[in-house]
């Protein structure tokens, strides 16, 4: 299947400061890529979708300001968590949508902010 | 607004059984659903994709039904190994294609 590489995979860092996290398709061009927060033992929670060449479009109850995302080319895409705090720490999964409908997610991004 | 339900949230069988996982989902409108598997601290892998108009899909062991008019999706794993531990996680797309909805998964586990 398709393949979707999410960097960095572990992240650790202080308060206040910013951490971003890059979503790659690496074998496919995907106009639409999402990101999602799991929370442990609970399922994923959908942050946004973020379109190629557009503005994301965030949840409900998600801060756009404070998770910036961008997706400038149709194979990347990025999440920047800006100012983090401790209640930032958590599982960030990225996910890109392939033309046959299916959707390809990444590895995964764990961010603990201490 | 969408849910998606998955029974049971918890299973725990002997290796060598045949087991069913459920989901349910509220609104049949539906553009595909799709079956993931999510190990402990990991992404989540792709199993099997059922477009709207289909109404089984198989890969390996794993064999996925959808039944869209009463909003019911079952993952049948047959012969389980404990590899097959994991959480399993449904999820459907809406029918614009721009909203996916996941069930609260169902974790696994087969013991030796």
């Known amino acids: 299947g398709a393949v979707v590489s999410q960097h960095p995979s572990r992240v650790i860092c202080k308060s206040g400061t910013s951490v971003k996290i890059e979503c790659r398709s690496l074998?496919?061009?995907?106009?639409?890529m999402f990101w999602y927060r799991q929370f442990p033992k609970k399922s994923l929670m959908l942050m946004a979708t973020?379109?190629?060449?557009?503005?994301?479009?965030?949840e409900q109850g998600v801060e756009k300001d404070k998770f910036l995302i961008n997706h400038a080319s149709l194979t990347l895409s990025t999440l920047t968590v800006t100012s983090a705090h401790p209640e930032d720490s958590s599982f960030y999964i990225c996910?890109?949508?392939?033309?046959?409908?299916?959707?390809?997610f990444g590895e995964g991004s764990r961010l603990t902010v201490l | 607004k969408q849910e998606v339900t998955q029974i049971p949230a918890a299973l725990s069988v002997p290796e060598g059984e045949n087991l069913v996982l459920n989901c349910s989902f509220t609104d049949s409108a539906i553009y595909n659903l799709q079956w993931f598997r999510q190990d402990p601290g990991k992404g989540l892998t792709s199993l099997l994709l059922?477009?709207?108009?289909?109404r089984e899909q198989t890969s390996g062991r794993l064999n996925a039904s959808l039944d869209k008019s009463s909003g019911r999706s079952t993952l049948y794993i047959a012969a389980s190994q404990p590899g097959d531990s994991a959480t399993y996680l449904c999820?459907?797309?809406?029918?614009?294609?721009?909203?996916?909805?996941f069930g609260g998964g169902t974790r696994l586990m087969v013991k030796p």
């Open positions: 999820a459907v797309y809406n029918n614009a294609g721009n909203m996916l909805t």
């Open positions: 973020s379109n190629e060449g557009s503005k994301a479009t965030y």
């Open positions: 996910s890109a949508s392939h033309r046959s409908g299916e959707l390809f």
């Open positions: 074998d496919f061009q995907a106009t639409t």
């Open positions: 059922i477009q709207s108009s289909q």
